[in-house]
C-alpha cells in the first residue's frame, strides 16, 4: 500500500510513505476494487443469551444443525474442520460435497455469532497430485455468505515437522515436490468489523497484542498419539485467538471440537465454550481432557 502525507496525518496514495498518522484510506476503499467485495452492515448490536444447561458443554451432533443455540449468541468460533469428514459421516465425499457440507456449518455458525462475533478457521491444504488449496476454496464460500475476511494467519510448524523425505525427484527439477510446514488460520467476521463488548473486559497483555496481530505464528504442532487424537491443533492456536478477538466471560463455539483443545483454551483464558461432535469416543475424550484440565488450573489460581 502506498501513502502521501497531509499536513493531519496520509491518505492512500499512487506512490508513498511509510507514514500512517491520522490514516485516510477511504479513497482506496471507494474504489471499484472493493465494489463486489462484502459490505460491512450498521445494525443494532443483539446478543442472545443461551441456556444454562449447554453452556461449557459439548452437544453429540452434527452441527450443521444447531438449533440447540439461539440466533445472535455465540462471540467466536474458533476450529479446524476434519479432513476425514467421509469416514466420520460414513460417505466418501466428493470436493464439492465436502465444501457443501462446510457451507452449511459456516451458515449455522453466521446465524449464532453476535454482530462483529468473528470466525477462526485452522486449515491445512492437501495432496500434491494436484494440491488441493482447500484454505482458498473455505474462503470463497464464507465470502458468498457475506462474510468479512479480517485477514489469514500463517501457522509456521516448522520446528515440529518430522524430518519427511517426500521430496519428489531427489536433487532434480523432474518432479521436486514442496513440503508444507505451514497451515492456515483464516479470519473472518459477521456483519461489522468492530464488537460490542457488554462491559467485559480483554485480558490480553501488551507483549501478546504486538506478538499475536501479526501475520506469521510460530509454535510447535500437537502430538496426536499424545492427545489420543488423529488430528489435535495446539491450546496456543485457539487460546491466542481468544485472547485476542474475545472479551472475559465470551461464549467460545468449536463446531468440530474433537479433542476439546478450544474449550481447553477458552477456561485457561477466562471464557466459556460450547462444542459440537459426532465421535462419542471423541466427545468422551474431550470431557474427560477438559476435566483433568479445569481441576488442575482451578487448583493452580487457587494457589497463587
Known amino acids: ?17 511509510p507514514g500512517r498518522i491520522n490514516h485516510d484510506s477511504s479513497s482506496f476503499y471507494s474504489s471499484r476494487l472493493y465494489d463486489e467485495q462484502p459490505k460491512e452492515l450498521k445494525s443494532r448490536y443483539i446478543e442472545n443469551p443461551i441456556p444454562n444447561d449447554i453452556v ?47 457451507k ?29 488449496p482447500l484454505h482458498s476454496f473455505i474462503i470463497e464460500d464464507l465470502l458468498d455468505l457475506q462474510l468479512l475476511m479480517r485477514g489469514e494467519i500463517l501457522w509456521n510448524k516448522a520446528s515440529s515437522c518430522s524430518p519427511s523425505t517426500a521430496w519428489g525427484s531427489w536433487l532434480s527439477a523432474k518432479n521436486p515436490v514442496l513440503r508444507d510446514v505451514h497451515e492456515y488460520i483464516l479470519i473472518f467476521s459477521k456483519g461489522t468489523y468492530s464488537r460490542n463488548n457488554l462491559g467485559r473486559k480483554s485480558t490480553i497483555s ?11 505464528w510460530t509454535f510447535s504442532a500437537e502430538s496426536a498419539k499424545k492427545v489420543g487424537h488423529p488430528a489435535p491443533f495446539p491450546t496456543e492456536l485457539p487460546y491466542r485467538l481468544i485472547q485476542l478477538y474475545t472479551f472475559k466471560d465470551d461464549i467460545i463455539l468449536d463446531p468440530f471440537i474433537g479433542s476439546g483443545q478450544a474449550a481447553i483454551a477458552a477456561i485457561k483464558a477466562g471464557r466459556n465454550y460450547i462444542g459440537y461432535d459426532i465421535n462419542e469416543e471423541y466427545v468422551e475424550l474431550a470431557n474427560k481432557r477438559i476435566l483433568t484440565f479445569s481441576q488442575a488450573f482451578e487448583q493452580k489460581t487457587m494457589q497463587i
Do not use: Q
Not at 60 to 74: G, R
Open 56 to 102: 461449557n458443554t459439548i452437544i453429540m451432533k452434527s452441527s450443521d444443525n444447531m438449533d440447540d443455540l439461539p440466533d445472535n449468541s455465540i462471540h467466536l468460533m474458533v476450529t479446524s474442520p476434519p479432513y476425514n469428514v467421509g469416514k466420520l459421516y460414513d460417505e466418501d465425499l466428493s470436493l464439492s460435497e465436502y465444501r457443501a457440507f462446510l
Open 104 to 132: 452449511r456449518v459456516w451458515c449455522e455458525v453466521k446465524r449464532v455469532l453476535v454482530p462483529g462475533g468473528r470466525l477462526c478457521i485452522n486449515i491445512a491444504n492437501l495432496g500434491r497430485k494436484p494440491y488441493i
Open 206 to 216: 501488551k507483549e501478546e497484542f504486538l506478538e499475536y496481530t501479526k501475520s506469521i
Open 1 to 17: 500500500m502506498n501513502y502521501i502525507r497531509k499536513k493531519n496525518g496520509t491518505k492512500t496514495s499512487s506512490f508513498g510513505s
